[in-house]
């Protein structure tokens, strides 16, 4: 993409950030609403704008119907995808909170931060994971706690699983969180399946500065993007937080595997372009950690 391309691009997301964000945080701040439609739009503008092919499978919440998503983590721009689908906020780190330009975004998105380095943040952050459950709100954790290199699954934590079904308890009277795994793989670019040499180049993780990162995303071509719905597990007062975390990171494997397989059908979301059946991760599993 030749760099007037990118300054183009670029003006037309800060176009359109000016003219959502006002009456976003009017919803927000003054309105009292909540979940609003204006990130999703902002994130389709995105993946339209560099040409990244979102589609779906399996059987999400149901509209209004709160749930703690469990998903695998491989590169900021998992964000913009899910983000896309449907009204829903994220638990990210707290360093986020200091970066320009993506602290505003996060801002909108009603991001929750947690500063591991700070005791008794567990207890802050799942108050507030409580308390947008007891919303019937949908809140995305990434399990992992990091991002991976694409080629595996790393363990998924438990700690603020456990913590967000005590945090429902005491905000809403009830012990019950819908866990719901959500899968995010990065099949094919430029049309083309991806092999495992190239998903390390698509994934942002370890220390990663994330301007080269940028520049390689803009200059690599189009990127499909695969996101899958696991089946739910209810997570009730009796049930074994670490269990069900074990369940939903099968979920996930099971589904990142299904995608290597070319198993299922994806539906594509609005106005983005269905991924080409038979999908392939370049020929090796998702590894077992």
Do not use: C
Not at 93 to 106: D, M, N, Q, R, T
Request: proline fraction near 6%; aromatic fraction near 6%; avoid cysteine.
């Amino acid at each position: 993409m030749s760099r007037f391309g990118v300054i183009a691009r670029v003006a037309a997301l800060a176009l359109a950030f000016l003219v959502l964000a006002p009456p976003h945080w009017i919803a927000l701040r003054l309105l009292g609403r909540r979940p609003t439609l204006a990130p999703i739009l902002f994130h389709r503008f995105f993946l339209w704008l560099f040409s990244v092919r979102v589609t779906q499978s399996g059987t999400p919440p149901e509209a209004g119907e709160a749930a703690l998503v469990l998903a695998n983590h491989v590169s900021w721009l998992d964000i913009v995808a899910i983000g896309s689908l449907r009204p829903l906020s994220f638990v990210a780190k707290s360093e986020i909170a200091g970066w320009p330009v993506i602290s505003a975004l996060a801002a909108l998105q009603r991001t929750i931060y947690i500063d591991r380095q700070r005791r008794g943040a567990t207890a802050t952050v799942s108050a507030a994971m409580g308390h947008r459950l007891a919303e019937g709100e949908l809140v995305v954790l990434f399990a992992e706690g990091t991002t991976g290199d694409g080629n595996r699954l790393l363990p998924f934590r438990s700690a603020l699983v456990g913590a967000a079904r005590a945090a429902l308890q005491a905000e809403a009277g009830r012990g019950r969180v819908r866990l719901q795994p959500l899968a995010i793989a990065y099949p094919r670019r430029n049309g083309l399946p991806v092999v495992r040499a190239e998903r390390s180049e698509i994934a942002w993780y370890g220390d990663m500065e994330l301007a080269p990162h940028l520049a390689a995303f803009v200059n690599g071509g189009p990127i499909d993007i695969h996101v899958v719905w696991g089946k739910p597990i209810v997570f009730e007062a009796s049930t074994d937080r670490k269990a069900a975390t074990a369940a939903a990171e099968v979920e996930v494997r099971a589904a990142l595997q299904g995608i290597l397989t070319g198993r299922g059908e994806a539906q594509p979301t609005a106005g983005a372009r269905p991924a080409a059946p038979g999908l392939d991760l370049g020929g090796s599993e998702i590894a077992t950690v």
